[in-house]
């Protein structure tokens, strides 16, 4: 990430610190990531080495892209790296490096892309807190970021996380000298996901929603567009930097939609069944905001099951892949099995 032409912070001492504790949290997730996908995974895939391989090298690639200033901006930097390195399961970059090895890619190729999505979906965490949106107060097992920096700084935070996702994006792209078209194409999708036809889009719609019961059929393009997009443009990014064929891309588009859609029908059990102590964020909160949910409009037995389905349609869209795509197989057996 250095040739992403980011400051690098990592020869800094408080932020080597830092990195050594998100590296030690995501392990400890790793762990269980592994426990799932033995009884899970339909091969016996080895998940938590994979892991292993791939958790550090993402920690220590984020903590490069946000410099710790000095500078007038030195408390806006410090809010942006509060969110970003305050661990997450880091699953939508790992998806994107997964992508991009089942495509026979080198993972390195999609490490800036891969950034650059943790970046945005970091930024829509911190924004989603904010009192004029969910109004959280717990966040990766923290304070949210509005609540130690203030909402003006929190909204900036949130605002240059998404900006400088594209810099990384750009910069890494150009250092590893992807083909302009793939380039481009890989930008202009990313922001797709993220913008008003994605993922902006799907939180009008669920802020919007609040006090009404809108239909399954609404619920599911909300849940498409405000989480589903973003697994998309991961999983699909990773893959055309890997080299994908248009045959491969069709194929991973099919099952990280099913994914992303699966994903948030568990977040929506997760806020229900589990607690704020394992999750690390506030639960039956979505009841509390008049939220339309799938446990809320299916019952929690019935959401599971809808959720086991589009993991079966995900896995299913993997036919044609051989045994490098692996670790997508697992992972999404561990979306639907995951307790955080
Ligand atoms: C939470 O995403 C928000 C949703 C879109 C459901 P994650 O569950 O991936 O959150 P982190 O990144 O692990 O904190
Ligand atoms: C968040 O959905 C989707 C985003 C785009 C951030 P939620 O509002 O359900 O996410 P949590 O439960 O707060 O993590
Ligand atoms: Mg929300
Ligand atoms: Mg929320
Ligand atoms: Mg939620």
């Known amino acids: ?28 997730q790793a762990k269980r990531y592994g426990a799932t996908a033995e009884r899970a995974a339909a091969r016996a895939f080895d998940l938590d ?3 292993k391989a791939h958790a550090a090298t993402i920690e ?71 009192p004029c949106m969910d109004d959280d107060d717990l966040r990766r097992g923290r304070p949210t970021n509005h609540k130690v920096y203030g909402e003006a700084i929190a909204t900036l935070a949130g605002d240059g996380l998404l900006t400088d996702a594209f810099k990384v994006l750009a910069r890494a792209g150009a250092a590893a000298g992807t083909p302009p078209a793939a380039l ?21 719609i669920d802020l919007l929603g609040e006090g009404r019961t809108l239909g399954l059929a609404d619920l599911e393009v909300m849940h498409r567009r405000k989480t589903g997009a973003l697994f998309v443009a991961a ?6 930097l ?28 997760l806020d229900v069944e589990a607690s704020a102590e394992v999750i690390g964020k506030r639960t039956n909160k979505d009841e509390a905001r008049g ?12 959401a599971r099951a809808f959720a086991h389905e589009l993991i079966e349609r995900a896995a299913g869209a993997l036919a044609e892949f051989d045994d490098r795509a692996d670790a997508l197989r697992t992972l999404a057996a561990y979306a639907v099995e995951r307790k955080l």
């Open 1 to 28: 990430m250095a040739d992403a032409g980011c400051p690098d912070a990592a020869g800094d001492a408080a932020a080597d610190q830092r990195v050594a504790e998100g590296e030690a949290l995501i392990m400890r």
């Open 49 to 51: 080495g994979y892991l």
């Open 60 to 130: 220590r690639a984020l903590a490069a892209t946000v410099a710790e200033s000095d500078g007038p901006a030195t408390r806006l930097c410090e809010a942006m790296r509060y969110s970003l390195l305050a661990g997450g399961k880091r699953l939508r970059p790992i998806l994107a490096l997964a992508a991009c090895e089942a495509v026979s890619g080198a993972p390195e190729a999609a490490l800036g892309f891969a950034c650059a999505v943790e970046m945005i979906h970091t930024y829509s965490l911190v924004h989603d807190d904010l």
């Open 184 to 204: 481009l194409e890989t930008i202009a999708e990313l922001a797709d996901a993220a913008g008003s036809a994605g993922m902006v889009g799907g939180q009008v």
């Open 235 to 240: 999983v699909c990014g990773g893959a055309r």
């Open 242 to 269: 890997g080299g994908a064929t248009a045959a491969q891309l069709a194929a991973l588009r099919e099952y990280a939609a099913a994914l992303g859609l699966a994903f948030q029908v568990i977040d929506d059990l």
């Open 291 to 302: 939220k339309s949910t799938y446990p809320a409009l299916m019952g929690v037995a019935p």
